[in-house]
């Protein structure tokens, strides 16, 4: 079944949460905050401010705690799986939905039957989750300690059996913060160990404004070409 799209790319919309230094930045999983600071090498320094002739700055960060990242299931796996080398397209037609997760005891998880009504008839190559609440508090919540929302493993079963190929969240991780290593929706997601969909990513904390509306996008998924399982992306 062939289908026409068409998509303005004179208007995009930026999901990604802006890497910035400090504790200002969204942070999750007790990792750091982002640090930039000028080079410095004999009498240089690579800051205009302070009298560089230009700008050269140090950034240390980890793309899994420090913002909107991008990642592989070499994120899960002994055996490296390098976004470079696993993400080798970038346009994909994607659906967003927005959920109100459920309460589970002291949790607040996305079940499988809330992914299915969402959805509907018709399963994307890329699926977009805006939760609820939704605000602008997404843009530097500390997460580290808080149990955020994730995924029931039923769920992201359920996309990989529907094709879904990228999947994208606005919280830290589809897992819970604490499931004793176990990463069962990750697992579930990539199909591993025994039929690894190594060209699919998961991509975490991103933003999705209220004014955008669910529905149907194209997706442009640009990440840096980092030897990692994980890259700062802009979705």
Known sequence: ?????????????????????????????????????????GSFVGDVRQGGSCNVFDIKFNPHGNGTHTETVGH??????????????????????TIKPVRVESDHVIMPEQILNAIGEEWPEALIIRTLPNTDSKLNLQYSGSNPVYLDPASTEL?????????????????????????????????????????????????????????????????????????PSKP
Request: charge should be negative; proline fraction near 7%.
């Open 1 to 41: 079944l062939h289908k026409t799209y068409q998509a303005d790319l004179t208007q995009p919309i930026d999901l990604s949460i802006p890497l910035r230094p400090g504790k200002e930045n969204v942070n999750a999983f007790y990792i750091s905050p982002a640090v930039f600071e000028p080079f410095r090498a």
């Open 76 to 97: 899960i796996s002994p055996d490296a799986y390098p976004i470079r080398k696993h993400l080798t397209t970038f346009f994909f037609v994607a659906k967003i939905i």
């Open 159 to 231: 996309m990989a059996k529907h094709n879904v190929s990228h999947l994208l969240v606005d919280f830290p991780s589809v897992d819970r913060e604490e499931d004793g290593g176990k990463l069962l929706a990750h697992k579930a997601f990539w199909t591993y160990p025994h039929a690894i969909r190594a060209s699919c990513t998961i991509t975490e904390m991103i933003y999705v404004k209220d004014e955008i509306a669910d529905g149907w996008y194209l997706l442009n998924l640009q990440t840096a070409s980092f030897e990692n399982d994980a890259s």
